[in-house]
Each structure stands twice: as C-alpha cells, then as structure tokens.
C-alpha cells in the first residue's frame, strides 16, 4: 500500500486506512486507498482534523462507552467520573464533527454514536496497529505518555 514517503506492505497499516478511509465526514475521505494516494490537500486536512477529534482520552472513553448504547451526559459523568462540564463540552465537540448524534428525550438529551459500525471499526484497527507496534506510540518524545503533548 502507498505511504507518503515510500512503500508499506503491512497489512495492519492497510487495515487501519481501509478503515479510516471508509469513514465519512461529509464526503468520502481517501487517505490511503488500495493502491492510490490522497489527492487532495482537502482531504488530508479532512483526515487530521478526524484524528485530532479523536486524540483526546476523554474524547476517547466516551465514544468507547457510547458503543454499549445511548447516554445522558449525566451518566456518562457517573460513568467515567468526568466533570459534567467536560463531558458537555466533548459531546459538543464529537457532534460538530458528525461522531455522535443527540435526540431530546424531556430536558436532557440522549447522546449515542452516529456511525457505530465505523467507529469501531477505527477502534479495532487502531488496537490491532498499537499492538504491531508495540505501543511505540506511547515512548513518542513528542506525543508519548513521556512527552510533552497528550
């Protein structure tokens, strides 16, 4: 599969653009596609700034926990022992960039994933290239657990 730079035939790295390029953000996104390379400048903004909506933990634990179905923000608060104000505040940013979708149900709104099968299809991919590379990520100088952005 073509990487920017060079040549990559792992199949996990494949998996993981397949599934990055199957997710929809307004259009289709292709990133890394059987063969081609992104064609657009607009599409690798479109591609990071899906990763960046993606990088945040607390971003993270919610749509992990959004998989086991709808929520509240005051059960996610329970739930994850996040601040409601966090919680309120990484919906809003998951939802402005079609992650999740609300519905009223009285005052509260009920949160739950709006593309479930492709996010966890981008959560498998993601485990699946953590482990090939031995969580390599996490030793990063830069964004590692030891670096200095998280």
């Known amino acids: 599969m073509p990487w920017p730079g060079g040549v990559v035939e792992d199949p996990v790295l494949g998996a993981l653009a397949c599934a990055f390029a ?31 909506s993606l990088a945040d933990p607390g971003r993270l634990v919610i749509l992990q926990h959004l998989q086991q179905g709808e929520h509240r923000v005051r059960e996610l608060t329970e739930h994850l022992g996040l601040a409601q104000s966090t919680v ?10 079609g992650l999740v979708t609300s519905r009223a149900e009285g005052r ?37 657990s030891t670096g200095t952005r998280k």
Do not use: W
Request: with cysteine.
């Open 22 to 52: 199957n997710l929809r953000y307004h259009r289709r996104m292709t990133i890394l596609n059987d063969g081609e390379r992104a064609t657009s400048e607009v599409e690798l903004g479109a591609a990071a700034s899906l990763f960046r």
């Open 88 to 97: 309120s505040a990484h919906l809003a940013c998951l939802k402005g960039c």
């Open 108 to 144: 509260a709104s009920v949160f739950s994933l709006s593309v479930p099968a492709e996010l966890v299809g981008v959560f498998q991919a993601a485990e699946r290239l953590l482990e090939a590379t031995g969580y390599a990520v996490d030793l990063c100088p830069v964004y590692g």
